[in-house]
């Protein structure tokens, strides 16, 4: 006890020799004061700056998430509208498909309809021709056997003979048909 | 001490003495004096930088307010990380330790300066408070259960109490190497940095050796400011964690 007075008393003389960390007769004050500046900084800290900081940073964070949140959306939406551009590209495909084999269909119905209605015409024309021939041909064969017969008819008569119908007209069939 | 070597006159302890700001008169309590004068300086420059960090409030923070939020969530993580959710509330408790003893570790590497935490005094209430904070926690949150991080119980039977003992000396050494850890760094620090300073004095054209010497000690004190800072602080962690956290023994 005795030998700590003794320090303690000579510390306030001697502080200029040993370390002045040692020279108890200074710690009250530091003490003190450094109580003082803590609690000062410790008010100045939790009174405004870090509820200042904490906000700021749950700030930013909600900010960061949403944005991150909003990017993930809009992502989702470009690839439903890619989804539905394809869709329907896949569907105009389709379409215009079907209206090329309907069209195709069409013209084969125009162009059947109309090689019948050719056909037809070309095959009555063609009958019409053939009937006016067989009527040409016709003509043509009783003007020769009345040709025939009338000249048969007048040579017998020059011949001196008398001209009986019938048996000309026998005569000149035959011959025709041979 | 230090006294006379030859004619050189280095007395590396002269820059820690406290004496009044004002006048002589003698050194009461209240006394302002030149470490009061740094310690005031160390508020002013924490409360103005964290005050004009935190007023912008923008979501893209410009430099200042980087600064205050990097010191923010450096602190905030390691609190977070080493005590745990539990131990979140003491935040701002270990805000208040980092930032001031930052602030005095750099402001006292200004030449002519004053660094309160080269005193024990200063250390030592700081430590005492971590000491405190943490054993009153303690047992207010675990009740007798708190002396259970004393008894290993993950040890043979027959060492336990042997390692009790250990365990409750180092337990309250930690005050002691708490504060003298960081308050012996940085006088030890300044006290070699004018030690050197005064060879320079009297070595004529080769005081370039000490002068170089100290430029480069002084490059090794800004790396201990700021480390010892972080070591106290994040030793408050790891001491808070045995009185909130889970016994990590």
Same mark, same amino acid.
């Given at each position: 006890?005795?030998?700590?007075?003794?320090?303690?008393?000579?510390?306030?003389?001697?502080?200029?020799?040993?370390?002045?960390?040692?020279?108890?007769?200074?710690?009250?004050?530091?003490?003190?004061?450094?109580?003082?500046?803590?609690?000062?900084?410790?008010?100045?800290?939790?009174?405004?700056?870090?509820?200042?900081?904490?906000?700021?940073?749950?700030?930013?964070?909600?900010?960061?998430?949403?944005?991150?949140?909003?990017?993930?959306?809009?992502?989702?939406?470009?690839?439903?509208?890619?989804?539905?551009?394809?869709?329907?590209?896949?569907?105009?495909?389709?379409?215009?498909?079907?209206?090329?084999?309907?069209?195709?269909?069409?013209?084969?119905?125009?162009?059947?309809?109309?090689?019948?209605?050719?056909?037809?015409?070309?095959?009555?024309?063609?009958?019409?021709?053939?009937?006016?021939?067989?009527?040409?041909?016709?003509?043509?064969?009783?003007?020769?056997?009345?040709?025939?017969?009338?000249?048969?008819?007048?040579?017998?008569?020059?011949?001196?003979?008398?001209?009986?119908?019938?048996?000309?007209?026998?005569?000149?069939?035959?011959?025709?048909?041979? | 001490?230090?006294?006379?070597?030859?004619?050189?006159?280095?007395?590396?302890?002269?820059?820690?003495?406290?004496?009044?700001?004002?006048?002589?008169?003698?050194?009461?309590?209240?006394?302002?004096?030149?470490?009061?004068?740094?310690?005031?300086?160390?508020?002013?420059?924490?409360?103005?930088?964290?005050?004009?960090?935190?007023?912008?409030?923008?979501?893209?923070?410009?430099?200042?307010?980087?600064?205050?939020?990097?010191?923010?969530?450096?602190?905030?993580?390691?609190?977070?990380?080493?005590?745990?959710?539990?131990?979140?509330?003491?935040?701002?408790?270990?805000?208040?330790?980092?930032?001031?003893?930052?602030?005095?570790?750099?402001?006292?590497?200004?030449?002519? @300066?004053?660094? &309160?935490?080269?005193? !024990? $005094?200063?250390?030592?209430? +700081?430590? %005492?408070? /971590?000491?405190?904070?943490?054993?009153?926690?303690?047992?207010?949150?675990?009740?007798?259960?708190?002396?259970?991080?004393?008894?290993?119980?993950?040890?043979?039977?027959?060492?336990?109490?042997?390692?009790?003992?250990?365990?409750?000396?180092?337990?309250?050494?930690?005050?002691?190497?708490?504060?003298?850890?960081?308050?012996?760094?940085?006088?030890?620090?300044?006290?070699?940095?004018?030690?050197?300073?005064?060879?320079?004095?009297?070595?004529?054209?080769? @005081?370039?050796? &000490?002068?170089?010497? !100290? $430029?480069?000690?002084?490059? +090794?004190? %800004?790396? /201990?400011?700021?480390?010892?800072?972080?070591?106290?602080?994040?030793?408050?962690?790891?001491?808070?964690?045995?009185?909130?956290?889970?016994?990590?023994?």
């Amino acid at each position: 006890m005795s030998t700590t007075e003794t320090v303690a008393g000579a510390a306030g003389e001697a502080s200029q020799k040993g370390m002045p960390q040692l020279n108890f007769a200074t710690w009250p004050n530091q003490v003190f004061w450094l109580l003082v500046a803590l609690v000062i900084i410790y008010i100045v800290l939790t009174k405004i700056a870090m509820p200042r900081i904490a906000s700021v940073l749950a700030e930013r964070k909600g900010r960061i998430s949403g944005d991150l949140a909003a990017a993930e959306e809009l992502k989702s939406k470009a690839k439903a509208a890619e989804k539905a551009y394809n869709l329907a590209l896949e569907q105009a495909r389709v379409e215009a498909g079907k209206i090329i084999l309907a069209t195709k269909a069409e013209i084969q119905k125009d162009l059947n309809a109309a090689m019948a209605d050719a056909d037809a015409q070309i095959s009555a024309k063609a009958a019409e021709s053939e009937k006016r021939i067989a009527e040409i041909r016709a003509g043509a064969v009783q003007a020769v056997s009345e040709v025939a017969r009338e000249t048969a008819g007048a040579l017998v008569v020059a011949l001196g003979g008398t001209a009986d119908d019938a048996a000309i007209e026998a005569a000149v069939a035959a011959r025709l048909k041979g | 001490m230090a006294d006379e070597a030859g004619g050189l006159v280095i007395d590396p302890m002269h820059q820690f003495q406290i004496h009044p700001l004002f006048g002589e008169g003698p050194l009461t309590w209240y006394t302002p004096t030149n470490q009061t004068l740094w310690l005031g300086i160390a508020v002013v420059v924490i409360s103005l930088l964290m005050l004009i960090g935190s007023a912008p409030r923008k979501v893209i923070p410009g430099r200042t307010q980087s600064i205050t939020e990097l010191l923010y969530t450096f602190i905030h993580d390691m609190v977070e990380e080493v005590t745990g959710h539990e131990g979140a509330k003491f935040f701002p408790y270990l805000m208040v330790l980092f930032t001031f003893i930052v602030t005095s570790n750099l402001l006292g590497l200004i030449p002519g @300066s004053f660094a &309160p935490t080269s005193h !024990i $005094a200063v250390t030592a209430v +700081l430590a %005492l408070m /971590v000491f405190l904070t943490v054993t009153l926690v303690g047992f207010y949150k675990k009740g007798i259960g708190f002396l259970g991080m004393f008894w290993v119980s993950s040890a043979p039977l027959v060492l336990r109490p042997i390692l009790a003992l250990i365990e409750l000396i180092s337990y309250f050494v930690r005050p002691l190497s708490h504060s003298i850890r960081l308050g012996g760094n940085i006088m030890a620090g300044h006290a070699v940095m004018k030690v050197f300073a005064g060879f320079a004095g009297v070595m004529g054209i080769a @005081s370039i050796v &000490p002068i170089a010497a !100290i $430029a480069a000690i002084y490059g +090794l004190e %800004l790396l /201990v400011a700021v480390v010892q800072a972080y070591v106290f602080t994040i030793l408050t962690c790891v001491y808070l964690r045995d009185a909130v956290g889970e016994a990590h023994h």
